[in-house]
């Protein structure tokens, strides 16, 4: 990507042009439901404050560009134009051969999908230790659910200890995933057990099946 041209996409923070394409943010997060794909899913979509984003529903991903070119079916150049109307500068595009701007186009897109590559190698290894310290709570839990008595109270705080510390919701649905068929199909059913994780992700705007996996929840 040419000089000022990185220059011009740096002084569009990701919240800002993300709310001007469409996409109702929550920074907080750094997560928002995928208008590309017209997913609900409020924590499918995730972006970086450099500017990368990924959406782990339809896979698509980028940096600023790709995305406006994305959601406006533009040329590289009009997101260029797009993102310097939003910085409030002008931005003269150079009368180069086509050969030359197709050629920036793609070292940009390389540079994106390295950059976004390590990004989200990042963000699985840090769901990764979550996950694992939330196993910890989780096999322990299970343990003293059986056979049914006192510790089946200690086991339920403890998985709503779990529920409290994840930071994602879709952590929670991994979170089961990863246990066996035999400790999901419990955990579904446990009538004591079931307001804690389930209802916790569902607050957060997930449908029970979207990680693949179908919920029954009894008195929903």
């Known amino acids: 990507m040419h000089g000022d041209a990185r220059e011009i996409t740096a002084l569009v923070a990701m919240p800002r042009l993300l709310a001007s394409l469409g996409f109702v943010v929550n ?6 439901a995928c208008t590309l794909h017209g997913g609900s899913n409020p924590s499918a979509f995730a972006w970086t404050d450099s ?18 070119r994305a959601v406006r079916s533009c040329s ?4 260029l134009r797009f993102l310097a109307s939003l910085a409030g500068v002008e931005f003269e595009q150079d009368k180069r051969a086509d050969t030359e701007r197709l050629r920036q186009e793609r070292q940009a897109e390389e540079h994106a999908a390295d950059l976004l590559a390590h990004a989200e190698h990042g963000l699985l290894l840090e769901l990764a230790d979550e996950l694992e310290s939330l196993r910890k709570i989780w096999r322990a839990a299970i343990a003293m659910l059986e056979p049914p008595g006192p510790k089946s109270s200690i086991a339920e705080d403890g998985l709503r200890f779990a529920c ?7 952590a929670a649905y991994a979170l089961i995933a ?12 446990h009538p004591e057990l079931r307001p804690a994780l389930i209802d916790a992700a569902l607050e957060d ?9 179908r919920f029954e929840v009894p008195g929903q």
């Open 164 to 170: 409290g510390a994840l930071r994602r919701a879709d």
């Open 178 to 189: 990863f246990a066996a068929p035999s400790v999901r199909a419990r955990f579904a059913l």
């Open 205 to 213: 705007g997930f449908v029970a099946d979207e990680c693949g996996y």
């Open 51 to 68: 500017g990368l984003w990924r959406c782990h529903s339809c896979g698509a991903g980028g940096d600023r560009i790709a995305l406006i």
């Open 76 to 79: 590289f150049g009009e997101a």
């Open 27 to 32: 920074e907080r997060t750094r997560r928002c």
